[in-house]
């Protein structure tokens, strides 16, 4: 009997957090270690769906690098980066094209829908979806061409906003389209933070492999819980926040910015690491808040 009443204790602890995000939007973006294995994939999109069958609307951004450096490889060619940017011919182009537009975006498509989750798959194409300008990143003080790799210049928010409004999930791939009508790859990272800000998302999170900004890298108990915007700047000037946390962390402090409450960094391997982080009174991984915001996780 005890078990059956810890099931109830946990669920009038979630409600709180039920009725404070009902209709709400939450973006979710993951890649990492979730893609490549079946059993978190599957924990992580029924996490997905029970949000959205308590009122939520999630919306998913996933990534695909792993999987995508290996297929380069697999047509004999060297995986090339520059300042954290895949370099990308259009041969690379089309391997990340079908990769992230057809194999996983179906893959994590089919899942949700076999759960019941009404999902549709996405990328730059769709309705003009994810428009961008080519990326010139500046190296020893001169621009480089990396070629096809975009920033974004805008997202159709309201073709997004329409399928949340009829209960679809939509799960978007981290491609856009330029002028040209070509396809570009861009950071997943940093597509997960602007489609938050721009279909006014009450939450952004980021499912990683660690377990969310750590004071001390080393040491897995620095865990920080809760930061304001100012105070993850600083750690980023500090060199507490480095390497690939930095594009995470930006893009949440430039959504904060531009009109998400909170952003949130999860270790994605716990099992049901999103409910935990979001239904919870202390959370499990590193929320990051607008300075001065409500301390609701």
């Known amino acids: 009997m005890q078990k059956y009443i810890g099931k109830a204790d946990v669920l009038i602890e979630a409600l709180p957090y039920i009725k404070a995000f009902q209709g709400k939007k939450i973006v979710i973006k993951f890649g990492g270690s979730i893609m490549t294995n079946e059993n978190l ?125 009829k209960g679809r999930i939509p799960v978007i791939a981290p491609i856009g389209v330029g002028d040209d009508g070509r396809t570009f790859n861009i950071s997943g990272d940093v597509v997960a933070g602007d489609i938050a800000s721009s279909v006014g998302a009450r939450k952004l999170v980021y499912l990683t492999d660690t377990p969310g900004i750590l004071r001390n890298p080393e040491d897995k108990n ?50 049901h690491s999103l409910l935990l982080e979001i239904f919870t009174k202390e959370g499990i991984g590193t929320e990051i808040l607008k300075d001065g915001s409500e301390n609701i996780r």
């Open 222 to 271: 620095s865990l920080m819980s809760t930061l304001t915007r100012s105070e993850a700047e600083r750690l980023i000037k500090e060199g507490i926040i480095c390497g690939g946390m930095i594009p995470k962390v930006t893009s949440c402090l430039s959504a904060l910015k531009f009109g998400v409450n909170k952003g949130h960094i999860v270790d994605g391997r716990l099992e």
């Open 41 to 165: 994939m599957e924990e992580v999109l029924t996490d997905i769906v029970f949000m959205k069958y308590v009122g939520w609307h999630p919306l998913v951004v996933h990534g695909g690098g792993p999987a995508i450096t290996e297929a380069v490889k697999n047509r004999g060619n060297k995986a090339e980066f520059i300042n954290g940017l895949r370099v990308t011919d259009r041969e690379t182009m089309d391997i990340v094209e079908d990769i992230l537009a057809h194999k996983i975006n179906s893959q994590i498509v089919n899942l949700l829908n076999k759960m019941g989750g009404d999902a549709v798959g996405l990328y730059g194409i769709n309705e003009g979806l994810i428009r961008v300008d080519k990326m010139m990143p500046v190296v020893n003080g001169e621009k480089v061409d990396i070629g096809y790799v975009g920033s974004v210049r805008y997202i159709n928010a309201p073709f997004i906003n329409r399928l949340l409004e």
